[in-house]
């Protein structure tokens, strides 16, 4: 089953995209992922309302009624309009199944690669390194002062233990969720 949604921005109440889901908890409708950069310009700007304006449709039958949503509102790249979408609507991927022969092509392409070189790699380690939430303390030591202060703030503080049903082990309870419980070799 699919829905048909559409955002309003609430500055000028006025509708803005126009856009179709088949989630059963219309997770689709409020994402912000996979949206264009006009869209998220808008949202930048404005606050924005969802409304879901047909529930529980086929998903061919929700690709009809975008397509025509989208041409009573207009497409503003087109100057038609107000909505942000960027096609006419009606070209979901629900259900796309790819021929072997697309499957052969994008095989092809994906064995045709260059290797990445060493410096690539060098490039990419840094960069990933840099994304670390303490990269900003990356090669500063910390001072005795400052690590009496933190000796201080965790001493005392019990540490609650916890044991493995299946191998009976004690110890901390992250320690034990990342080796025991469920995954736990004896279970």
Not at 84 to 106: H, P, Q
Not at 123 to 140: C, H, I, N
Not at 160 to 179: A, F, N, V
């Amino acid at each position: 089953m699919a829905y048909l949604y559409r955002h309003i921005r609430l500055d000028k109440n006025e509708p803005f995209y126009i856009g179709i889901g088949s989630d059963s908890d219309f997770k689709r409708a409020y994402s912000l992922k996979d949206r264009n950069q006009y869209w998220h310009n808008i949202v930048n700007k404005s606050l924005y309302e969802v409304e879901i304006l047909i529930d529980n449709i086929d998903w061919k039958f929700a690709c009809e009624k975008e397509k025509e949503f989208i041409k009573l509102y207009g497409r503003k790249d087109l100057k038609k309009g107000t909505l942000v979408n960027l096609t006419d609507g009606g070209d979901g991927v629900y259900g796309l199944k790819f021929s072997n022969e697309s499957k052969n092509k994008m095989s092809i392409a994906q064995k045709n690669k260059k290797p990445i070189t060493e410096e690539t790699r060098y490039r990419m380690s840094l960069a990933s390194k840099s994304r670390d939430v303490g990269s900003y303390r990356r090669g500063k030591k910390l001072t005795d002062e400052h690590k009496a202060i933190l000796l201080k703030a965790i001493k005392g503080v019990p540490k609650p233990k916890t044991q493995c049903p299946h191998c009976k082990l004690i110890g901390g309870l992250p320690q034990l969720k990342q080796w025991h419980f469920d995954k736990c070799k004896l279970k």
